[in-house]
């Protein structure tokens, strides 16, 4: 039996690169939307409430019925200031390659 180690590289680069990107999207959501929180002077722990309930949608929404304004905007603004804060504590969160 032959054991091949390309192989158990791949593979686990494939597990460590899944797991980077799922940390790195859930720090980029919860992020996001308490940046959103403190522009719309909201409490971020509430808003990390509706968070943990709530699709990204159903949370906009919930927080557009309570400003009454159309939010999508200042998402994507506090969405893409999330990403650059996290790129710069964290580093780029493409895959790496092992090989």
């Known amino acids: 039996m032959v054991w091949d180690l390309r192989g158990?590289?791949?593979?686990?680069?494939?597990?460590?690169?899944?797991r980077r990107l799922a940390d790195f999207e859930f720090r980029l959501r919860v992020r996001t939307f308490r940046l959103l929180a403190a522009a719309l002077g909201e409490e971020p722990d509430a808003v990390a409430a509706l968070v943990?309930?709530?699709?990204?949608?159903?949370v906009l929404a919930a927080l557009a019925e309570r400003h009454g304004e159309d939010l999508q905007e200042r998402y994507t603004a506090?969405?893409?200031?999330?990403?650059?804060q996290l790129v710069a504590e964290r580093g780029d969160p493409?895959?790496?390659r092992l090989l």
Do not use: F, I, Q
């Not at 158990?8 to 899944?18: H, R, V």
């Not at 506090?78 to 650059?84: P, V, Y």
């Open 8 to 18: 158990a590289l791949l593979k686990k680069g494939e597990t460590e690169s899944a």
């Open 78 to 84: 506090c969405r893409a200031e999330a990403r650059r």
């Open 52 to 58: 943990a309930r709530r699709d990204d949608a159903g």
């Open 94 to 96: 493409s895959p790496t």
